[in-house]
């Protein structure tokens, strides 16, 4: 048995990988799209932009001063809240 491929199977193998993985992002960037647009027409795009901003600002101070910022998912508080507020408010306003 011999487990050797020839160069055509090799190419055939990445062009398959490489189009999975374009695949992949490609429906990512539809949902992220997707996402914006529904938090736009709800008006809950402005006060999500303002609590992520705070959250990367903070990491990015703490950084700039040598604090440990290794607590697990920092950001992650600040997305539920949002999600939290988007969702209690019945999504639409």
């Not at 491929?5 to 949902?31: E, W």
């Not at 910022?69 to 019945?90: C, E, F, M, Q, W």
């Amino acid at each position: 048995m011999s487990l050797a491929l020839d160069l055509d199977t090799v190419m055939t193998i990445l062009l398959i990988r490489f189009a999975l993985i374009v695949a992949a992002v490609s429906v990512l960037v539809i949902i992220a799209f997707t996402i914006l647009i529904v938090l736009k027409r709800s008006g809950q795009l402005g006060a999500i932009r303002r609590r992520v901003e705070t959250v990367v600002r903070n990491q990015l101070r703490a950084r700039a001063a040598g604090l440990p910022t290794d607590r697990p998912n920092p950001g992650r508080r600040g997305v539920l809240s949002a999600l939290d507020r988007i969702t209690k408010g019945g999504g639409r306003t």
